[in-house]
């Protein structure tokens, strides 16, 4: 009571102080937050000294992300949002460069070859019309005019970016015609393809000598990465690894669900207030109201349908086919779920059936044709017409097919249908193939019309079960959820003081690594998609050796960061695998030279303890030796010596080489080259567009932000 006094007596005072403490709080919240965004960046990136900016990105990003769907992430939507102005940056540029422009006829033919198909821009008699599309533009300004401006910016967007596609196109046909192969080429390419020469070689393999008497250390990895820079340069990487605490039902949480389905099967009294006496609810075994039940106390809709025994879940099928009306089996454990099955019905029923039908459609159906204008009372009475005279000659049923049918896939074939199972057609048609007998005919009303049906062929009679069943999802208790929680924050903060694996250990749960995480990554293998994991690691503030836990879908996951790798060149062990069987190779290869002093390829091959070989009908254009194995290299050269000469020794890709050449059989000039220039024309243009975006983006100075809002 006397601290409740004071604080009274001090009221106005502590008013003050709060409110100074919230002024305090919201300024720092406004010079702090700036344009919101964690670093203080206001442009997502900066390509050759223009901008990308924040607002413009996000909305971008915002419409990207709205088009995929809820089942695609921000990521994605950025990702493509990215690509997008990366392209119109960098091709503008080059459009300004040389001064190209689309002029208003290109974007005119260009509007009526894209809304040619749009019904909105058509005449009466279905062709595109240009004074349509002004009354189109007119009307969309003029209600941007009076605020509503979604429609004519939308189609500002649209002829903005037909504009940009004429660029684009007149851009790289642009780059295409001077990329034209020449005769020249052709006929280069004519003798790549057929000059042939047959060969005499040997090959000392490097893998004569062993890989343990070549040392490659560190430091030559490390020169050759350098030296060779630009195929190993990486973007920032982190590792990490991390410990799951799921979410997952305890057994005592089974046991309880198992508990409460069961519950479901028998009968209950409860006491109504009104009469102040026990009511008998019935249970699952004994209700009759069984759709109702289901769906009152099931996870899952109650699904009318028969099952045959060979459609019925294997775990199950033994229990259902020998079980009577009304019986319950259950509850069994299926993954995740509890499950109750009652048998409520069985009968005898086809598994397949053959039919035919006569279709007489009516104006209204959705289904039916524009140009269908009989009434749906019309329709009822020539369908009924039909089926009288069936039923007094059914051998006249394929004429009348053939006159009346309105179904065309099978009206020739006098309305046949073939065979079909059961749910094949829509539910009045399934209904009456499968409840009636061979040979049955009647009228039958869909949503595609009257239907004169005969029934011509039943198959396989066999018992068939129609199901209820109740599925309740095993659910972690509230008690679960906060022991995992719980679980989480010690191994938290015990990682924070000691071993992070270690400790994992101790605890049973092994921790996962995740290498070479890049900083717009959003999927971590075995978490999931989590960019909050990413940003923590990629902060600046963040150190080698940090923990910190994350919420996930269905748990925890502590995280702690082992490794990052900024910008730059792949470290000597990450570099290690591909650099050195290079330059061991290199070094087996000097040895190898070293160990022979003949030029004579027979005495080199006598000294070497190997045999010479002989290759025939080798090209420029497939350089693979039988024998040898691919060597480019090695057949270039061989190329460029003269008959009865011999190569001088040549560094392949699987060992050294000395080659003489037995024979060069050059292929007979053509008088006209222009075939093999057309063919290296058709292999090289896909490639163009996509080939010359990235010189452009390559040779770009590009400022990437979008880790900072993302």
Do not use: C
Request: charged share 25%; glycine share 6%.
């Amino acid at each position: 009571m006397a601290i409740l006094n004071s604080i009274r007596k001090r009221g106005i005072f502590l008013i003050v102080i709060i409110a100074m403490a919230l002024f305090a709080f919201v300024l720092s919240g406004v010079i702090g937050s700036g344009n919101n965004s964690p670093k203080g960046e206001s442009n997502v990136a900066t390509v050759n000294d223009v901008d990308i900016t924040r607002e413009d990105f996000m909305q971008k990003v915002e419409v990207v992300q709205r088009s995929l769907g809820p089942n695609n992430g921000t990521n994605q939507a950025m990702n493509i949002v990215w690509q997008r102005e990366l392209r119109r940056v960098l091709l503008e540029e080059q459009f300004v460069a040389l001064g190209l422009t689309a002029e208003r006829a290109q974007i005119s033919n260009a509007l009526s070859l894209s809304l040619a198909n749009n019904p909105t821009f058509q005449n009466e008699i279905g062709l595109f019309d240009e004074s349509r599309m002004q009354e189109y533009i007119a009307t969309a300004k003029a209600s941007a005019d009076a605020g509503d401006r979604q429609a004519y910016q939308a189609w500002l967007d649209f002829e903005n970016n037909t504009a940009s596609s004429i660029l684009e196109n007149n851009y790289f046909n642009l780059v295409k015609g001077g990329l034209i192969t020449t005769l020249a080429e052709g006929e280069q390419e004519y003798k790549f393809q057929n000059d042939k020469i047959n060969i005499e070689f040997i090959q000392i393999p490097y893998t004569k000598i062993a890989d343990e008497d070549v040392a490659v250390t560190n430091a030559e990895i490390e020169a050759y990465v350098r030296e060779h820079s630009k195929d190993f340069e990486v973007d920032p990487q982190v590792d990490i690894h991390y410990v799951s605490y799921n979410e997952e039902p305890s057994l005592e949480d089974v046991e309880t669900a198992r508990k409460e389905i069961a519950r479901l099967i028998e009968d209950k009294q409860v006491l109504n207030p009104d009469t102040q006496k026990n009511e008998t609810i019935f249970g699952f075994k004994n209700t009759t109201e069984n759709k109702e039940f289901v769906n009152n106390n099931s996870e899952q809709a109650f699904v009318d349908r028969w099952w045959f025994e060979n459609t019925l879940p294997e775990s199950i099928v033994d229990s259902i086919i020998v079980m009577n009306t009304n019986d319950v089996y259950g509850p069994i454990k299926d993954g995740n779920n509890f499950n109750l099955y009652k048998v409520i019905e069985t009968r005898q029923m086809a598994d397949s059936a053959k039919a035919r039908h006569i279709l007489i459609r009516f104006e209204g159906l959705q289904t039916a044709p524009q140009d269908v204008v009989r009434t749906k009372e019309d329709a009822k009475k020539l369908a009924d017409s039909i089926l009288a005279v069936v039923k007094r000659d059914v051998s006249k049923y394929e004429d009348l097919a053939n006159n009346f049918s309105e179904d065309l896939s099978n009206k020739e074939n006098g309305g046949d249908l073939g065979y079909f199972g059961p749910g094949r057609m829509v539910p009045e048609f399934n209904t009456f193939i499968f409840d009636n007998k061979v040979g049955d005919i009647d009228v039958v009303e869909t949503d595609f019309g009257f239907h004169v049906v005969e029934i011509e062929e039943l198959k396989n009679v066999q018992k068939v079960f129609k199901l209820a069943s109740i599925t309740k999802k095993i659910e972690p208790s509230e008690k679960t959820i906060n022991d995992v929680f719980s679980n989480a924050s010690k191994f938290e903060i015990a990682a924070r003081k000691g071993d992070f694996n270690t400790i994992a250990n101790e605890n049973g749960n092994p921790s996962k690594p995740v290498n070479k995480i890049g900083e717009l990554d959003a999927n971590i293998p075995g978490v999931g998609n989590n960019r909050g994991i990413v940003n923590w690691a990629f902060n600046e503030e963040t150190e080698i050796g940090d923990v910190r836990r994350f919420s996930i879908t269905n748990g925890y996951v502590v995280v702690q960061l082992t490794r990052r790798n900024p910008k730059g060149l792949l470290s000597v062990a990450e570099a290690s695998a591909t650099v050195t069987p290079i330059l061991r190779n290199e070094k087996k290869a000097k040895k190898i030279r070293e160990s022979i002093s003949s030029s004579d390829i027979k005495e080199v091959a006598s000294s070497q303890n190997i045999t010479t070989k002989t290759a025939n009908a080798l090209t420029l254009a497939n350089p693979t030796i039988a024998g040898g194995g691919t060597e480019p290299k090695v057949v270039g050269a061989a190329f460029g010596t003269k008959v009865g000469e011999t190569t001088k020794l040549i560094d392949g890709v699987n060992g050294v080489y000395m080659v003489r050449i037995l024979a060069i059989n050059n292929a007979p000039e053509l008088q006209d080259y222009s075939a093999f220039a057309n063919q290296l024309n058709a292999a090289t243009a896909p490639s163009v567009n996509i080939n010359v975006f990235n010189a452009l983006k390559n040779a770009a100075e590009i400022e990437d932000n979008r880790a900072n809002f993302y």
